[in-house]
């Protein structure tokens, strides 16, 4: 582990200003997503290090993530008490979408040469999460839309107004850039493999979610930015590799995937899944009991009627 890396705390003492609201899933769009990443490890040979890894878990994210796909940092305030982060370049261009008139909930894709979304928007989104429970083994976090303007915000209103763009267009985009792309949850746990059903001594970091798009808008993003399910898969792909990197684990390769996954590499199980968009159909979607059994705080509360 990096001794020169100093974990952040996951309550903050004097935070800024800053407000967030959750975006559940039952009031995002489209088609749920349902998906878990997991890499196996060997026991390394001082133990006691496994239980220091999976307190610190949440605190170490900056160390885990792939800064090409999607550094992380901490956020800039609290949500519910607890610390959030800020994700940057996971939705690395941004998207675009004209509203129809006197239809405002839908949008038409607009297709933009990438040289030139990247010009009129460089890197100027990010995505927080607010940390809703952590634990020996891991924690869960919420996706959140910040209440609040940031530098990014202030990126994209100075031009507007610059050329003349009445505030409310400014307003609209602003809204949309502070949105998590996704709504819903994510959790990660680091355990022994035994509470993952494996009957040898062995280590196992995963991740899991149960998400949609957290506005319409995202569900055009792949015009702009390419194959969600596939950027989704590489970033916590590599983001379980270098877990295993940062803390010197050695990885277990070549093993055949279990039913219903599939493998990413030599070492990464991977599960990916789209349901409809209602609590019925997740629940009873076979990956669910295991994966409500292993993050429990994963599903949310649904409406009767979501």
Same mark, same amino acid.
């Given at each position: &582990?990096?001794?020169?890396?100093?974990?952040?705390?996951?309550?903050?003492?004097?935070?800024?200003?800053?407000? /967030?609201?959750?975006?559940?899933?039952?009031?995002?769009?489209?088609?749920?997503?349902?998906?878990?990443?997991?890499?196996?490890?060997?026991?390394?040979?001082?133990?006691? #290090?496994?239980?220091?890894?999976?307190? *610190?878990?949440?605190?170490? &994210?900056?160390?885990?993530?792939?800064?090409? @796909?999607?550094?992380?940092?901490?956020?800039?305030?609290?949500?519910?008490?607890? !610390?959030?982060?800020?994700?940057?370049?996971?939705?690395?261009?941004?998207?675009?979408?004209?509203?129809?008139?006197? =239809?405002?909930?839908?949008?038409?894709?607009?297709?933009?040469?990438?040289?030139?979304?990247?010009?009129?928007?460089?890197?100027? *989104?990010?995505?927080?999460?607010?940390?809703?429970? #952590?634990?020996?083994?891991?924690?869960?976090?919420?996706?959140?839309?910040?209440? /609040?303007?940031?530098?990014?915000?202030?990126?994209?209103?100075?031009?507007?107004?610059?050329?003349?763009?009445?505030?409310?267009?400014?307003?609209?985009?602003?809204?949309?850039?502070?949105?998590?792309?996704?709504?819903?949850?994510?959790?990660?746990?680091?355990?022994?493999?035994? !509470?993952?059903? /494996?009957?040898?001594?062995?280590?196992?970091? $995963?991740?899991?979610?149960?998400?949609? /798009? +957290?506005?319409?808008? =995202?569900?055009?993003?792949?015009?702009?930015?390419?194959?969600?399910?596939?950027?989704?898969?590489?970033?916590?792909?590599?983001?379980? *590799?270098?877990?295993?990197?940062? *803390?010197?684990?050695?990885?277990?390769?070549?093993?055949?995937?279990?039913?219903?996954? +599939?493998?990413?590499?030599?070492?990464?199980? #991977?599960?990916?899944?789209?349901?409809?968009?209602?609590?019925?159909?997740?629940?009873?979607?076979?990956?669910?009991?295991?994966? +409500?059994? @292993?993050?429990?705080?994963?599903? $949310?509360?649904?409406?009767?009627?979501?």
């Amino acid at each position: &582990m990096n001794g020169a890396y100093k974990p952040m705390p996951l309550v903050l003492k004097d935070p800024p200003k800053a407000a /967030y609201s959750p975006l559940p899933m039952y009031k995002g769009c489209g088609s749920v997503h349902m998906n878990r990443f997991r890499i196996c490890a060997r026991v390394p040979t001082n133990r006691g #290090s496994v239980a220091h890894i999976g307190t *610190h878990l949440a605190a170490n &994210m900056p160390q885990y993530m792939p800064p090409n @796909l999607a550094a992380v940092r901490p956020g800039d305030g609290p949500w519910n008490g607890r !610390n959030t982060l800020k994700f940057r370049a996971v939705m690395r261009i941004r998207p675009f979408a004209v509203p129809v008139p006197k =239809f405002p909930a839908f949008f038409i894709p607009v297709p933009v040469p990438q040289r030139l979304r990247d010009w009129m928007a460089p890197d100027i *989104h990010t995505d927080s999460v607010g940390i809703i429970q #952590s634990s020996a083994n891991g924690f869960t976090v919420q996706t959140l839309k910040r209440e /609040y303007e940031d530098e990014d915000d202030k990126t994209i209103r100075a031009p507007l107004r610059a050329a003349g763009a009445p505030d409310a267009v400014a307003d609209f985009a602003i809204n949309i850039n502070q949105h998590h792309f996704l709504a819903g949850r994510r959790s990660f746990r680091f355990d022994s493999g035994r !509470n993952f059903g /494996y009957d040898d001594d062995r280590l196992v970091f $995963e991740t899991a979610a149960i998400e949609r /798009y +957290s506005h319409p808008v =995202f569900e055009y993003s792949q015009i702009a930015v390419g194959n969600i399910p596939a950027i989704v898969r590489q970033i916590w792909c590599q983001m379980a *590799h270098r877990f295993c990197e940062t *803390h010197g684990l050695e990885k277990i390769v070549n093993e055949p995937a279990q039913p219903g996954w +599939s493998k990413s590499d030599p070492a990464m199980h #991977s599960m990916q899944a789209e349901v409809a968009p209602n609590a019925g159909a997740i629940r009873s979607a076979a990956q669910f009991p295991a994966i +409500s059994k @292993l993050h429990p705080q994963l599903m $949310e509360d649904w409406p009767a009627r979501g």
